[in-house]
């Protein structure tokens, strides 16, 4: 006869009685992140405070801001600096496209050349390019076509040629497309080498390669930098009053505040146009990455290659 005793009830495992089992689960605590609600209340309080001193510190003038902000000279500066950027990038993108091809050349000359363009156009400061290309009518008065050594065949006087705007569009393309030319070097550097031998034995020829395979590819990968430059280029036009130029957005504003002896609001009136502009095009650069990345995006949703 088994003896019963306390022995016998202590096998039972914790949590468990006599009768029906009965499971002990424990309650699920959502995490509580005191630091991060801390951190965001320090940054709202920050920001509140400094919207109230600068909204209401008079030294701002807000209404000399108000006044100007639309007014048909600061308008005008808005037109010229954007088209600027558009014709230097339309400038720099295609002479960009050309020293890449250049530079992937077997021809040494071609090579060189590139190579000399970009040292050129990528080691000297861009004020001083600018300053270069709005003295090019002094430095060379008239251009020239000429039997070497012998007569003019035709020739034309720079300053019709080279204008200020001109000048401010050719100095400022010429030195973006040294750096655009390594980013587009670099996207195409990234695709796979095998592409383009699968394309040359197929038959294909060397421009048929460079825009139905190789461009596609690298489009991904060159919009985001590209698009930043284009950025870039908005506010470099604030430079090319060394032209000189004198009809872009900061010329403006800076020629209205000499007038009034008030340069802080009209500061304040080109900061809130370059913000503008520039949060447009950061709109455009993501609806482009977005398209040129569909490809990409729809491998790596199936579990494909990177």
Known sequence: MSEQGPASTATHPPGVVDGPIRVVRNDV??????????TTLVLLLVAVQAAHGLIG????????????VFSPQVLRGVWWT?????????????????????GES?????????????????????????????????????????IPFG?????????????????????????????????????FRAIDRG???AAQALGM??????????LPQAMR?????????????????????????????MFATSAIANRLFLPVPLLMVAAAWYLFITSVLMVGQYFLERHYGRGHDLIVSKGGPM
């Open 106 to 146: 077997r021809n040494p000359l071609l090579k060189a050349v590139a190579l000399g363009f970009f040292n050129v156009s990528a080691t000297t400061e861009i004020y001083t390019q600018l300053v270069f290309w709005g003295l090019f009518a002094l430095l060379f008065p008239r251009l020239s076509i000429s």
């Open 221 to 249: 990968t060159i919009i985001p930098p590209t698009s930043n430059e284009t950025i870039g280029m908005l506010k470099m036009t604030s430079l090319v009053l060394a032209v000189p130029f004198t009809l872009d957005l």
């Open 82 to 102: 954007l088209l600027l950027t558009v014709a230097a990038m339309a400038l720099a993108v295609p002479l960009a496209m050309v020293l890449v091809v250049m």
């Open 195 to 197: 592409q383009t031998e």
């Open 29 to 38: 605590v959502p995490p509580r992140y005191i630091g991060r609600w801390i």
């Open 205 to 214: 020829s060397a421009r048929k390669i460079w825009l139905r395979i190789l």
């Open 151 to 187: 007569p003019e065949l035709i020739g034309v006087d720079s300053r019709l040629l080279v204008t200020p705007a001109v000048a401010a569009v050719v100095g400022l393309g010429f030195n973006e497309s040294a750096y655009l030319t390594e980013i587009f070097r670099a996207g």
């Open 57 to 68: 510190n008079v030294h701002f003038h807000w209404a000399v801001f108000a006044e100007h």
